[in-house]
């Protein structure tokens, strides 16, 4: 299993403005992935952040929106730029491990963001 | 239709229970099936997976995948109050490492 740490756990931010949110995981990992999760909604990928090299956004999330950065095998960022209402949501970091006939993913605890 | 339905509940059940959440897909392609647990202002938690058809013991709960019928379901024996939360299915195909979830389904149970 991985123990992933998620930060700021919470925010409150003014519409305009930049949230940048970190996450560390506590062993190498090859696969790290950002979701979205609305209220009774179910997670949605926002991007896969690739260590080395540009993260790969799904469709509906662009690069100026969703900056990722992927340091190194154990940390990456995800900044929501110019914030309005509509995203107000919950970010998860994940991570996967994978095998012949195995596939484990595992989430951090969450950044809860409301923009006002 | 969407790839991956799950009824969002709320499904609400006595302690002691036997509970049984179920999702359908319709992508024949997906050989990996996962079950999460998110408590409230939690992430999700792996609760399960399963590869392929078959069941899967863990405890109290139990994994069954029908892949001729594309259903998998997890049944919860002896529920208990700690066990109140929202359920995720996950699925993927074998090529991909991409899930697809479900919208989960949010369980209460009352002692």
């Known amino acids: 299993s991985a123990v992933i740490s998620q930060k700021p756990s919470r925010d409150i931010c003014q519409r305009g403005t930049s949230l940048t949110i970190q996450c560390q995981v506590d062993s190498q990992v090859t696969m790290m992935f950002w979701y979205r999760q609305q209220p009774g909604q179910s997670l949605t990928l926002i991007a896969t952040?690739?260590?080395?090299?540009?993260?790969?956004?799904e469709s509906g999330f662009v690069i100026d929106k969703f900056p990722i950065s992927r340091p190194n095998l154990t940390f990456s960022t995800l900044t929501v730029s110019n914030m309005s209402p509509e995203d107000s949501s919950i970010y998860l970091c994940?991570?996967?491990?994978?095998?012949?006939?195995?596939?484990?993913?595992?989430f951090g605890p969450g950044t809860r963001l409301t923009v006002t | 239709q969407k790839e991956v339905e799950q009824d969002p509940g709320p499904l609400s059940v006595p302690e002691g229970a036997i509970v049984s959440l179920n999702c359908t897909y319709s992508?024949?392609?997906?050989?990996?099936f996962m079950w999460y647990r998110q408590y409230s202002r939690k992430g999700p938690e792996l609760l399960m997976y399963?590869?392929?058809?078959g069941n899967k013991e863990d405890g109290r709960f139990t994994a069954q995948v029908d892949k001729s019928s594309k259903y998998i379901s997890l049944f919860i024996r002896d529920s208990q109050p700690s066990d109140s939360a929202t359920y995720l299915c996950a699925m993927k195909a074998g090529g991909s490492y991409i899930p697809t979830f479900g919208r989960g389904t949010s369980l209460i149970v009352h002692p």
């Open positions: 994940s991570v996967a491990t994978t095998g012949t006939t195995s596939y484990e993913q595992y």
């Open positions: 992508n024949s392609a997906f050989q990996y």
């Open positions: 399963t590869y392929s058809s």
């Open positions: 952040a690739n260590q080395g090299s540009e993260a790969t956004y």
